[in-house]
C-alpha cells in the first residue's frame, strides 16, 4: 500500500502541524466554573439556615458541576500532548473522556443524591417531623438564593449560547450536542439549562412548602431535580460514548474531502474513503483512489502527493492521511490473478 504519511518513521515526509486550539468553550468554561462554585456556596448556607431539601440537593447539584468544570479543562490540557511512540495519533481523545466522566459524575453525584434527599424529605413529612424550612425565620432565604442563582446560571448559559452560535447556524441545544464534535460547549449548555430549570424547580418546591405549609412539596422538587440530572447524565453519557467509540467526519467534510480527491489531476475515481475523528480537531482519513493502470510509480506518487494537498486545503482538520492507489475498469476494481486488458499487449 502507498502512503502519503509517514506509517513506519522510513518516510521523511511528516503530517503538517495543525494550530492547536485551546479546548473548545473555554470561555464558558471558567464562566460556568466561577459561576458554579459561588451559586454552591449561597445554596449551602440556604440549606444550613431552612434545612430545605431542594437547596441541598441544589448545592450539590452546583458542586458536581464545578467539578465537572475542572475535569472538562483538565480534559483539554491533556488533549494538547504531543503524539508519542505509544500514542501515534496523539491524545484529543482525552476530551472525549473527560465529557463522558462528566455525564458520570451529574448521574451519580447529583442527580441520585437528589433523589435520595427527596426520599428523606417526603419519608420524614409522612412521619410527622417537623420541618425546619417552616419553623426557621429565614424562610425567606431559599428564594432569594434561587432567584439569585437563576442570573447567574442565566449568564453562564448565554456566554456558552454565544460562542456556539458560529457552529450552531440555527440549531436546537440538543440537535448541537448530537451534531457536536467537540465536547465542552454541549456539556456546559446542558448543565447550564439543566441548573436553569432546576432552580425553578426548588423555587416551585420551596414556595409552595412556604404557601401551603406542607413540606412535602419540598422534597418532591428535590425529587424532581433528581430526575432532571438523571435524564441530562442520560443525553450526555449516550452522546459521549458515541465519540469515544468513533464517529465519522459530517457529510459536510466528507463531501469536501471527496470532491478534493476526485477533482485532482490523475484520480479516476474513489473506490472507497473512511474518516474518523480522532478528537474534536483531527480527522484521520484513509482512502483508496482509482488511477490509470498506464501511470508509472513516479506519477501515482506525484497523484497522491497532489491529493493530499487538495485534501487538506478543502477540509483543514485532516490530519493523519492514509491514500492507497488502485486500479478500476467500469464500476468495479480489478481482483487478485484476474487477467487484465493490458495483458494480452
Known amino acids: 500500500m502507498s502512503q502519503s504519511e509517514e506509517a513506519d518513521g522510513s518516510n521523511e515526509t511528516k503530517e503538517p502541524e495543525k494550530p492547536k486550539k485551546e479546548g473548545g468553550g473555554r470561555k464558558a468554561i471558567i464562566a460556568a466554573a466561577t459561576a458554579n462554585l459561588a451559586i454552591a456556596a449561597t445554596k449551602a448556607l440556604a440549606w444550613v439556615l431552612t434545612g430545605a ?53 451529574i ?50 448559559l448565554h456566554t456558552a449560547l454565544k460562542e ?14 448530537r451534531k457536536a464534535k467537540a465536547p465542552e460547549l454541549p456539556v456546559v449548555m446542558m448543565e447550564d439549562s439543566a441548573a436553569v430549570i432546576g432552580l425553578l424547580l426548588a423555587f416551585l418546591g420551596v414556595g409552595l412548602t412556604i404557601l401551603t405549609h406542607n413540606p412535602i412539596f419540598d422534597g418532591i422538587g428535590s425529587g424532581c431535580i433528581g430526575i432532571l440530572l438523571v435524564v441530562v447524565a442520560g443525553i450526555l453519557s449516550r452522546e459521549m460514548r458515541s465519540l469515544l467509540e468513533g464517529e465519522s467526519a459530517t457529510p459536510e467534510s466528507r463531501k469536501a474531502i471527496h470532491d478534493a480527491l476526485v477533482s485532482t489531476n490523475g484520480v479516476d475515481s474513489v473506490i472507497y474513503m473512511k474518516t474518523l475523528h480522532l478528537g474534536p480537531d483531527t480527522i484521520l482519513l484513509a482512502a483508496k483512489i482509482a488511477v490509470d493502470p498506464g501511470d508509472s510509480a513516479l506519477e501515482v506518487a506525484r497523484i497522491i502527493d497532489d491529493a493530499e494537498v487538495a485534501v487538506r486545503a478543502a477540509e483543514p482538520l485532516v490530519g493523519p492521511l492514509f491514500l492507497e492507489p488502485d486500479i478500476r475498469y467500469g464500476d468495479r476494481r480489478i481482483k487478485d490473478n484476474e487477467k487484465r486488458p493490458e495483458d494480452d499487449v
Open 164 to 177: 456556539s452560535k458560529p457552529d450552531r447556524d440555527g440549531m436546537t441545544i440538543l440537535q448541537y450536542i
Open 53 to 105: 431539601s431542594s437547596m441541598l440537593a441544589e448545592a450539590i447539584h452546583s458542586v458536581a458541576d464545578t467539578t465537572n468544570q475542572i475535569v472538562l479543562m483538565v480534559g483539554g490540557k491533556n488533549s494538547r500532548k504531543k503524539a508519542d511512540e505509544d500514542h501515534p495519533f496523539g491524545y484529543e481523545r482525552a476530551r472525549y473522556l473527560s465529557g463522558f466522566i462528566v455525564a458520570v459524575v
Open 107 to 156: 448521574f451519580s453525584v447529583g442527580g441520585l443524591f437528589a433523589l435520595y434527599s427527596s426520599y428523606q424529605k417526603i419519608r420524614d413529612t409522612l412521619a410527622g417531623k417537623p420541618d425546619e424550612l417552616l419553623d426557621s425565620q429565614w424562610w425567606w432565604v431559599p428564594l432569594v438564593v434561587t432567584l439569585i442563582s437563576a442570573c447567574a446560571e442565566g449568564a453562564s
